[in-house]
């Protein structure tokens, strides 16, 4: 039996997250493109004979690709502005492979301070070099195949190019935010940024070659709203 103390609290806590999950909300949507699509650009990567040797079929330029259904992927969304509070940085870390001579993922989201494990997975030297304008730049050497780093960023901004000075080629960027509402598209073109706080928020997107847009919404009576982007030439 359940002495009274013991269920007034249970109730007290059991309201408690009701009330938190009642006012938690996601935002979903996608970014399409409008226009023809680019034509793929071949990566020419005759200087690393290591680099060619992985991708016998060639390899395109990936800073833009146009899913199937006509979306665009890698367009990195968060939250601009609206929120209040503090968020603590997770501890796990974030992971950025070197793998087939380019970088993987191409755009990546992390929190202020939170770990940023950096793989070189090729057997070729690369070298990663992180060019933020709000925390310290590092460039770091990474011979060997296997090799693991671990950096941080510690102030927000967005975006951080991170390249390989040894191969021209390589581009990654990094989305550093002080709280963890964001996400980044896919092959559907599509992203869900859950727990937000019911209010309301502006939105914003970016692409490495179009650049960015916002949108205001505030979330309704479901804890859900939806919102497009349109990018295109």
Same mark, same amino acid.
């Given at each position: 039996?359940?002495?009274s103390?013991?269920?007034a609290?249970?109730?007290?806590?059991?309201?408690?997250?009701?009330?938190?999950?009642? +006012?938690a909300?996601?935002?979903s949507?996608?970014?399409?493109?409008?226009?023809?699509?680019?034509?793929?650009?071949?990566i020419?990567?005759?200087a690393?004979?290591?680099?060619?040797a992985?991708?016998?079929?060639?390899?395109?330029?990936?800073d *833009?690709?146009? =899913?199937?259904?006509? #979306?665009?992927? =890698? *367009?990195?969304v968060? *939250?601009? &502005?609206?929120?209040?509070g503090?968020y603590?940085?997770?501890?796990?870390p974030?992971t950025l492979? +070197?793998?087939?001579?380019?970088?993987?993922?191409?755009?990546?989201?992390?929190?202020?301070? +939170?770990?940023?494990?950096?793989?070189? @997975?090729?057997?070729?030297?690369? =070298?990663?070099?992180?060019l933020?304008? =709000?925390s310290?730049?590092?460039?770091?050497?990474m011979?060997?195949?296997?090799?693991?780093?671990?950096?941080?960023?510690?102030?927000? &901004?967005?975006?951080?190019?991170?390249?390989c000075?040894?191969?021209?080629?390589?581009a990654?960027?990094i989305?550093?935010?002080?709280?963890?509402?964001y996400?980044? #598209?896919? &092959?559907?073109g599509s992203?869900?940024?859950?727990?937000?706080?019911?209010?309301?928020?502006?939105? &914003?997107?970016?692409?490495e070659?179009?650049?960015? +847009?916002t949108q205001?919404i505030t979330?309704?009576?479901?804890?859900? @709203?939806?919102?497009?982007?349109q990018?295109?030439?």
């Amino acid at each position: 039996m359940i002495c009274s103390w013991n269920r007034a609290t249970l109730t007290a806590l059991l309201l408690t997250l009701f009330a938190t999950q009642a +006012q938690a909300a996601s935002v979903s949507g996608s970014a399409s493109f409008q226009g023809q699509a680019p034509a793929a650009e071949p990566i020419k990567m005759e200087a690393d004979p290591s680099c060619k040797a992985l991708h016998a079929d060639g390899i395109a330029a990936d800073d *833009v690709i146009v =899913n199937a259904n006509g #979306t665009l992927k =890698n *367009v990195f969304v968060y *939250v601009k &502005e609206g929120l209040s509070g503090k968020y603590e940085a997770p501890k796990t870390p974030v992971t950025l492979d +070197q793998k087939g001579c380019m970088y993987t993922p191409k755009v990546l989201g992390v929190m202020a301070g +939170q770990p940023i494990e950096i793989i070189n @997975s090729d057997s070729t030297l690369h =070298n990663v070099h992180a060019l933020p304008k =709000n925390s310290p730049q590092f460039n770091l050497g990474m011979p060997l195949q296997g090799m693991k780093i671990k950096k941080t960023l510690a102030k927000p &901004e967005v975006m951080v190019k991170v390249k390989c000075d040894v191969h021209p080629w390589m581009a990654s960027y990094i989305g550093v935010l002080d709280h963890p509402f964001y996400a980044v #598209t896919g &092959e559907d073109g599509s992203f869900e940024i859950k727990d937000l706080p019911a209010g309301t928020y502006v939105i &914003e997107a970016w692409h490495e070659k179009y650049g960015t +847009q916002t949108q205001s919404i505030t979330i309704d009576d479901s804890g859900k @709203s939806d919102v497009a982007f349109q990018f295109g030439v």
